[in-house]
């Protein structure tokens, strides 16, 4: 993005009226620290791909399911892209809301009735300081692949 935006800056396309939040964003998969209690073993994305049966989705109890982004939202694409890379379609079902208030309500319900849930979300944001969400550890990232 960084030469795009001083493309623009320097075509007078844009403007640069505030840094954006530098520090203390966040985003990945979380869990909910009720259920990282209940299963200490969940501390890494893989972890939680290698137990579907403790985040049954709903519609279909012998996959788990993951919560993604709204359709269209960068980050549906790129959960969708890590979905595959963890090669979880044989045993999860990812769920992609209607909308942000969709994804927020259903975050909020998992969480009011103490549920499990694996879901993707950033920070900082209201959920994320509403409810005690754990991120999971992706490990190093590898940009050979």
Known sequence: MA????????DGVVVELANAITDGT????FIPGYTQKAHPELVTVQDVVDHPKYFP???EADKGRLYSCPSGWACEISTAALFEAYDMDATWNLF???SGDALDASI???FTREKPILLYYWGPT????KYDAVILDTGPADQNI
């Open 26 to 29: 966040v985003s990945g998969w």
């Open 126 to 129: 209201s959920i994320l300081g």
């Open 57 to 59: 989705d709903p519609e």
């Open 3 to 10: 030469k795009p935006w001083v493309k623009g800056q320097d």
């Open 108 to 110: 909020a319900r998992v």
């Open 96 to 98: 992609s809301p209607s």
